[in-house]
């Protein structure tokens, strides 16, 4: 089954006390917050890659930072 004995217990009590939806949420992981950067900057960085899709991950970090906006090359990886 892939779950130990009182693991399998603990979810069928769940289950029969709240339904399905007591098990969707039964991650204990923290999301990942700290390589986020903020919307603005991420929206900057969008608009470089649409606009310029040529534009390779040095030049995009480049062309912003000429803008004010400070971005690591690797930030700018796979928005285009």
Do not use: W
């Not at 779950?3 to 603990?10: A, E, Q």
């Not at 939806?21 to 991420?42: F, G, M, T, V, Y």
């Amino acid at each position: 089954m892939g779950y130990s004995r009182d693991s399998f217990y603990r979810f069928q009590e769940l289950y029969e006390k709240e339904g399905e939806l007591a098990l969707q949420d039964l991650s204990r992981r923290k999301p990942n917050h700290k390589n986020r950067i903020e919307p603005e900057k991420e929206e900057a960085v969008k608009k470089i890659a649409i606009d310029f899709p040529a534009y390779g991950q040095q030049r995009e970090s480049n062309e912003l930072k000429k803008q004010g906006i400070i971005v690591a090359p690797a930030t700018c990886m796979g928005s285009s």
